[in-house]
């Protein structure tokens, strides 16, 4: 227990990808099995554990710990479980060491009228980070920022498969995953799984100049929807939904499951849809997230699938075959069901009449336009070339920097995340933030800005004095009860620094409303 | 006529007073008289009339704020009488040239005051002395059942381990210029750093100082022209400032005791905390008081009420003086 301690200690407060990966990747090669393996599936969600309540901890802690000393130390921490693991009296500062593994199956196999006295026996063999691992565990809390992607990409780290091998692997595999890491050292593929998740092919951004010299009879263009990438597979009587990084989201989606009365794998765009009228993301993110989804919600907010892509079809892998061919089949395809329909196909001669079509989308959930190649297989990962999205041009507004705060790994020692602020009537209400966009000169320059103008610190946070003006670009716009203004921007970014402008002159918060 | 401990010692605006003796201990402010217990800017300031401290306080502090930090100053060595009472220096373990300070009134009860004081071994300085006294006047900084600071040479080896695994990334470890500095620069040689270390310009002369005492601290270069050197020492104060930005990628780390909690932790912005601290901790806080055993306990600073209600189960009469102006792991 004591690497999966340092392991998700080291994760807390290591905010950089690539410096998770690499202490994921040495904890993935150093770590026997099967500890490495519970792990894995502890980072990745897919350890189903019994869950200790906290009133339950509160009560263990109090028949060791003088009641006031506690709440005191309480006060002063702020965190349940870490409180306990650090209060928790021990008379041994060597442990004998427990695995990560028997801690595990101690959670999973022990009754609920003897876990109390399981978790205080485990607790007094454990020294205080291990404490804080367990508890974090138990009370399924972890918050170690570590996604499914993110611990595909660790494994392959080293290893000679690559992070889609592993992906299309995983919906076979269970903790602790003893086949997976033989095959990762070299052995034998392990066990396909039935319905399996296949790696995505993603686009590339492209300009209106990159554009010009390539041939538009040669492309097929689509809406780029606002919703989510999904892949409804349903294969071999069973029906997964998967997010394009192969997280199955399919409880959430109880009225898309049903649907998928087809035997396949396709590839498309998750979206809620009343009628013919799509909505706003905002409203699939309703749906997002949930173990469950009442009856209410399924009505009010009822889902469907937009497909571009067809990956398999009864039993026959359609990957290798061109997207001409591809788009063929899934015409032909029969999908009886009114949830799942064909993304049309643009009209279009020349790209000019293709940046007509983008500037004035018929729906406001459509983002731009995705162009795709017509002669290419469907390949896994982010290829250059074959596709490509053309978002419409940004939203943009003038804004006042009114907070900042600093970075990390990269940007440590310069401040680099922003609160900014929109006139309403005298005053300034902060309407965002924004953590990039801006070029490492702009940084410095906003860096020595913050320096220069501090009004009041509040911890590591600095109130400025209202006066720079930056051009704020974002995607676009949500109604939200959360923030003051009332509305929330979708991937904001600094996209110029307006020295120039005076900030009396920036923009109102009327005029971001009116986005809307 | 015997007297009371409350007419020995008492808490004044500028700080803790003998009454007998007529001088400060540690005084917050200029006075005529005081005795330092160590070279912590809260606890040793200048300004004052005569100071009486170890050699080496009163050379850190003459290093700090110059030769003429006070009209005139006295080595402690051995005990001296003053008015009523004997007052002698014991080492404290804290930072070097650290004492308590035994107060001993010629009719009335022993008085200890601790200063800051740690008992962990600590490479840089005299270990902490027992001493037997009727009142003890103790600091409480880490004065909480949280508090159970790790071996400091565990913590060395995990700021080498991540040295290891990030070998391109310089590390960056924020330590108080007095004693935090160069007690990691002897850990991480302990813990088989054997490289070049740097140290920011602002922990030189007393780096120097503490090599000037015979405490190996191995090469150091200045921070201003690294080198090769993957591990460097700064003040926490710097890693604020745009002095920062030289380095490309930083491990941020910051050696304290406070880093046994997250949420400390994370306002700092660190990415590797390290639970090294120059105070005692609670076990060694109540073993130390079991031991000495004093007819009652007196806290200067820190966390009281943690401490109070601990002397309350073991049935020790004590009580807060409530000094302002310590900070709790200062420096
Ligand atoms: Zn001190
Ligand atoms: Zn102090």
Same mark, same amino acid.
């Given at each position: 227990m004591k690497a999966f301690a340092r392991l998700l200690e080291r994760l807390a407060f290591t905010p950089a990808r690539n410096a998770k990966l690499t202490i994921l990747s040495h904890y993935f090669q150093t770590t026997p099995d099967p500890d490495r393996g519970y792990a894995l599936a502890v980072l990745t969600g897919t350890l189903d554990l019994r869950q200790v309540s906290p009133s339950l901890l509160k009560r263990l802690a109090s028949e060791r710990v003088d009641e006031q000393l506690f709440r005191l130390s309480y006060d002063f921490v702020g965190d349940l479980a870490e409180t306990i693991a650090l209060i928790w009296p021990t008379d041994a500062e060597v442990s004998t060491e427990v695995s990560l593994s028997q801690a595990v199956l101690l959670l999973r196999e022990t009754g609920k009228l003897s876990l109390p006295g399981v978790i205080a026996d485990l607790l007094d063999r454990l020294t205080a980070p291990e404490r804080l691992a367990f508890l974090k565990l138990a009370t399924g809390n972890l918050r170690v920022g570590v996604s499914v992607r993110l611990a595909h990409t660790a494994l392959a780290m080293g290893t000679l498969r690559g992070s889609e091998e592993i992906e299309e692997i995983w919906h076979g595999q269970a903790a602790p995953f003893l086949p997976l890491f033989t095959w990762l050292a070299g052995g034998p593929s392990p066990a396909p799984a039935s319905a399996p998740f296949r790696p995505v092919m993603l686009s590339t951004p492209i300009t209106a100049e990159e554009l010009a010299p390539l041939d538009p009879t040669r492309h097929i263009a689509e809406w780029k929807w606002d919703g989510i990438r999904v892949q409804a597979v349903a294969e071999d009587g069973m029906r997964r939904l998967y997010s394009r990084t192969g997280e199955e989201i399919g409880a959430a989606f109880p009225d898309i499951i049903e649907a998928m009365t087809f035997e396949g794998a396709v590839d498309g765009e998750l979206l809620v849809r009343r009628g013919a009228e799509i909505a706003p993301f905002a409203d699939l993110q309703k749906r997002l997230g949930r173990k469950s989804v009442g009856r209410v919600l399924l009505q009010s907010h009822p889902a469907a699938l937009i497909l571009y892509d067809i990956l398999a079809w009864r039993g026959e892998d359609l990957r290798p075959l061109p997207l001409s061919s591809r788009r063929a089949r899934l015409e032909a395809a029969p999908f009886d069901s009114p949830r799942i329909g064909l993304s049309p196909l643009l009209p279009f001669e020349t790209w000019e009449e293709l940046a007509r079509l983008r500037a004035a989308p018929h729906a406001p959930v459509i983002e731009g336009v995705m162009i795709k190649r017509l002669d290419t297989p469907y390949i896994a990962g982010r290829p250059r070339g074959p596709w490509f999205k053309w978002k419409r041009d940004p939203m943009v507004i003038d804004a006042v920097l009114l907070y900042a705060q600093s970075g990390h790994g990269k940007r440590s020692g310069f401040y680099s995340d922003f609160t900014f602020g929109l006139w309403e009537g005298e005053e300034l209400v902060p309407v965002g933030k924004a953590y990039f966009g801006f070029t490492d000169e702009e940084l410095r320059e906003l860096d020595r800005f913050v320096r220069r103008n501090t009004v009041q610190r509040f911890g590591p946070v600095r109130q400025l004095a209202p006066k720079l003006v930056v051009e704020v670009a974002f995607e676009g716009l949500n109604v939200s009860q959360r923030h003051r203004s009332g509305v929330a921007m979708r991937f904001p970014r600094i996209s110029r620094i307006r020295a120039d402008k005076p900030a009396a002159d920036a923009d109102r918060l009327e005029t971001l409303r009116a986005m809307l | 006529m015997t007297l009371r401990a409350e007419d020995v010692i008492y808490p004044t605006e500028a700080g803790l007073y003998c009454a007998p003796g007529d001088f400060y201990i540690d005084p917050l402010r200029p006075v005529?008289?005081?005795?330092?217990?160590?070279?912590?800017?809260?606890?040793?300031?200048?300004?004052?009339?005569?100071?009486?401290?170890?050699?080496?306080?009163?050379?850190?502090?003459?290093?700090?704020?110059?030769?003429?930090?006070?009209?005139?100053?006295?080595?402690?060595?051995?005990?001296?009488?003053?008015?009523?009472?004997?007052?002698?220096?014991?080492?404290?373990?804290?930072?070097?040239?650290?004492?308590?300070?035994?107060?001993?009134?010629?009719?009335?009860?022993?008085?200890?005051?601790?200063?800051?004081?740690?008992?962990?071994?600590?490479?840089?300085?005299?270990?902490?002395?027992?001493?037997?006294?009727?009142?003890?006047?103790?600091?409480?900084?880490?004065?909480?059942?949280?508090? @159970?600071?790790?071996?400091?040479?565990?913590?060395?080896?995990?700021?080498?381990?991540?040295?290891?695994?990030?070998?391109?990334?310089?590390?960056?470890?924020?330590?108080?210029?007095?004693?935090?500095?160069? @007690?990691?620069?002897?850990?991480?040689?302990?813990?088989?750093?054997?490289?070049?270390?740097?140290?920011?310009?602002?922990?030189?002369?007393?780096?120097?100082?503490?090599?000037?005492?015979?405490?190996?601290?191995?090469?150091?270069?200045?921070a201003s022209d690294p080198g090769e050197a993957q591990l460097i020492i700064a003040p926490p104060s710097a890693f604020a400032s745009p002095w920062v930005q030289r380095f490309r990628d930083p491990v941020l780390s910051y050696a304290s005791g406070w880093m046994t909690v997250r949420a400390h932790a994370r306002q700092r912005g660190v990415e590797l905390p390290l639970v090294i601290s120059d105070h005692v901790d609670w076990p060694q806080l109540t073993a130390t008081i079991r031991e000495l055993a004093p007819r009652e306990v007196w806290i200067t600073h820190g966390a009281e009420d943690g401490l109070t209600r601990w002397c309350e189960i073991e049935g020790i009469p004590s009580r807060p003086l409530r000094l302002i102006g310590y900070e709790d792991e200062p420096e």
């Amino acid at each position: 227990m004591k690497a999966f301690a340092r392991l998700l200690e080291r994760l807390a407060f290591t905010p950089a990808r690539n410096a998770k990966l690499t202490i994921l990747s040495h904890y993935f090669q150093t770590t026997p099995d099967p500890d490495r393996g519970y792990a894995l599936a502890v980072l990745t969600g897919t350890l189903d554990l019994r869950q200790v309540s906290p009133s339950l901890l509160k009560r263990l802690a109090s028949e060791r710990v003088d009641e006031q000393l506690f709440r005191l130390s309480y006060d002063f921490v702020g965190d349940l479980a870490e409180t306990i693991a650090l209060i928790w009296p021990t008379d041994a500062e060597v442990s004998t060491e427990v695995s990560l593994s028997q801690a595990v199956l101690l959670l999973r196999e022990t009754g609920k009228l003897s876990l109390p006295g399981v978790i205080a026996d485990l607790l007094d063999r454990l020294t205080a980070p291990e404490r804080l691992a367990f508890l974090k565990l138990a009370t399924g809390n972890l918050r170690v920022g570590v996604s499914v992607r993110l611990a595909h990409t660790a494994l392959a780290m080293g290893t000679l498969r690559g992070s889609e091998e592993i992906e299309e692997i995983w919906h076979g595999q269970a903790a602790p995953f003893l086949p997976l890491f033989t095959w990762l050292a070299g052995g034998p593929s392990p066990a396909p799984a039935s319905a399996p998740f296949r790696p995505v092919m993603l686009s590339t951004p492209i300009t209106a100049e990159e554009l010009a010299p390539l041939d538009p009879t040669r492309h097929i263009a689509e809406w780029k929807w606002d919703g989510i990438r999904v892949q409804a597979v349903a294969e071999d009587g069973m029906r997964r939904l998967y997010s394009r990084t192969g997280e199955e989201i399919g409880a959430a989606f109880p009225d898309i499951i049903e649907a998928m009365t087809f035997e396949g794998a396709v590839d498309g765009e998750l979206l809620v849809r009343r009628g013919a009228e799509i909505a706003p993301f905002a409203d699939l993110q309703k749906r997002l997230g949930r173990k469950s989804v009442g009856r209410v919600l399924l009505q009010s907010h009822p889902a469907a699938l937009i497909l571009y892509d067809i990956l398999a079809w009864r039993g026959e892998d359609l990957r290798p075959l061109p997207l001409s061919s591809r788009r063929a089949r899934l015409e032909a395809a029969p999908f009886d069901s009114p949830r799942i329909g064909l993304s049309p196909l643009l009209p279009f001669e020349t790209w000019e009449e293709l940046a007509r079509l983008r500037a004035a989308p018929h729906a406001p959930v459509i983002e731009g336009v995705m162009i795709k190649r017509l002669d290419t297989p469907y390949i896994a990962g982010r290829p250059r070339g074959p596709w490509f999205k053309w978002k419409r041009d940004p939203m943009v507004i003038d804004a006042v920097l009114l907070y900042a705060q600093s970075g990390h790994g990269k940007r440590s020692g310069f401040y680099s995340d922003f609160t900014f602020g929109l006139w309403e009537g005298e005053e300034l209400v902060p309407v965002g933030k924004a953590y990039f966009g801006f070029t490492d000169e702009e940084l410095r320059e906003l860096d020595r800005f913050v320096r220069r103008n501090t009004v009041q610190r509040f911890g590591p946070v600095r109130q400025l004095a209202p006066k720079l003006v930056v051009e704020v670009a974002f995607e676009g716009l949500n109604v939200s009860q959360r923030h003051r203004s009332g509305v929330a921007m979708r991937f904001p970014r600094i996209s110029r620094i307006r020295a120039d402008k005076p900030a009396a002159d920036a923009d109102r918060l009327e005029t971001l409303r009116a986005m809307l | 006529m015997t007297l009371r401990a409350e007419d020995v010692i008492y808490p004044t605006e500028a700080g803790l007073y003998c009454a007998p003796g007529d001088f400060y201990i540690d005084p917050l402010r200029p006075v005529p008289r005081a005795m330092v217990t160590h070279g912590h800017s809260d606890h040793a300031r200048p300004g004052h009339g005569a100071v009486m401290a170890t050699r080496q306080t009163l050379d850190i502090m003459a290093i700090r704020y110059g030769e003429d930090f006070a009209a005139s100053r006295q080595i402690a060595e051995g005990p001296v009488r003053i008015g009523g009472v004997t007052a002698s220096f014991h080492p404290a373990g804290h930072v070097l040239g650290s004492s308590q300070i035994l107060i001993n009134p010629d009719d009335g009860p022993r008085i200890l005051i601790s200063g800051d004081y740690c008992r962990t071994p600590n490479p840089v300085c005299l270990p902490w002395e027992p001493v037997a006294c009727d009142i003890f006047i103790t600091e409480a900084t880490f004065g909480l059942p949280i508090f @159970r600071h790790p071996n400091p040479l565990t913590e060395a080896g995990r700021l080498i381990a991540s040295i290891a695994e990030f070998p391109n990334r310089p590390h960056l470890v924020g330590a108080y210029a007095l004693g935090k500095a160069q @007690r990691v620069i002897a850990l991480a040689r302990a813990a088989g750093h054997h490289g070049p270390i740097a140290i920011h310009g602002a922990l030189k002369r007393l780096c120097d100082y503490h090599v000037d005492q015979g405490i190996d601290l191995g090469p150091l270069v200045a921070a201003s022209d690294p080198g090769e050197a993957q591990l460097i020492i700064a003040p926490p104060s710097a890693f604020a400032s745009p002095w920062v930005q030289r380095f490309r990628d930083p491990v941020l780390s910051y050696a304290s005791g406070w880093m046994t909690v997250r949420a400390h932790a994370r306002q700092r912005g660190v990415e590797l905390p390290l639970v090294i601290s120059d105070h005692v901790d609670w076990p060694q806080l109540t073993a130390t008081i079991r031991e000495l055993a004093p007819r009652e306990v007196w806290i200067t600073h820190g966390a009281e009420d943690g401490l109070t209600r601990w002397c309350e189960i073991e049935g020790i009469p004590s009580r807060p003086l409530r000094l302002i102006g310590y900070e709790d792991e200062p420096e």
